[in-house]
Structures are given as structure tokens and as C-alpha cells.
């Protein structure tokens, strides 16, 4: 069974960016689509991008557009989430999780297993 472990959280000044990492391990994640996902203090979770199983079909949601790229690596089992321009409403901690489907979807309970999460601040 498939499990993922999220990297690249951590301190960034507003303007500034990351890249976030999701792992897995048990099986290849190139047979699924993945999903970032985060939770902001306070707030409910937010969906952010997905990524079908072959890496050439992307979807984002509101949170997600304009400054966040997903994309990934199948030969590396890894997919990216690439964070430009980051901002304090920014903060949060992101999770990455696998889509149990051949069609990439913002809904999260189509996702199953779950990371558990890398925390990122956005702060001067």
C-alpha cells in the first residue's frame, strides 16, 4: 500500500517562495493522481491542485491559481508543489494526498492516504 510524507515546510519571508515535496513509498505513486491540500490556522481545509496519474492533467482551486504550480516526477515517485510569491495568508500547514481515481479531483474525500503535513509560515 502506497503511503506519502510531505517536505520543504518552513520559514519564508512574504515574496518569497518554496517548494514543497511529497514522497512515497510502499508503491509507486505513479499509478494515481495526487492532491495538495492545507489547513490555515483557524480555517478549514483548502484544496489546492491535483495531478492526474501521468502528470498531464492539472486542475487548481482558488487558493491554488496564479502562484502555485503542482507537477511530477514518476520516475523519482515524487510530486512537487512549487509556491512563488509567498504571503502571510499563506501560512498554513500542506498536505499531500492520493487520489483513488484515474481523474484528478478537488474533492478530498476522494483522497486516501493522506500525508502528515509539512507546516509553512510566511512572516517578515
Known amino acids: 500500500q502506497v503511503q506519502v510524507v510531505e517536505s520543504g515546510g518552513g520559514l519564508v519571508q512574504p515574496g518569497g517562495s518554496l517548494r514543497l515535496t511529497c514522497t512515497c513509498s510502499?508503491?509507486?505513486?505513479?499509478?494515481?493522481?495526487m492532491g495538495w491540500f492545507r489547513q490555515p490556522p483557524g480555517r478549514v481545509r483548502e484544496f489546492l491542485a491535483a495531478i492526474d496519474r501521468s502528470g498531464t492533467s492539472t486542475i487548481y482551486g482558488d487558493s491554488g491559481k496564479g502562484r502555485f504550480t503542482i507537477s511530477r516526477d514518476n520516475a523519482k515517485n515524487i510530486v512537487y508543489l512549487q509556491m512563488n510569491n509567498l504571503k502571510p495568508e499563506d501560512t498554513a500547514d500542506y498536505y499531500c494526498a492520493v487520489r483513488q481515481g484515474l481523474v484528478a479531483s478537488a474533492n478530498a474525500r476522494h483522497y486516501d492516504p493522506w500525508g502528515q503535513g509539512t507546516q509553512v509560515t510566511v512572516s517578515s
Open positions: 510502499g508503491r509507486t505513486c505513479s499509478n494515481f493522481g
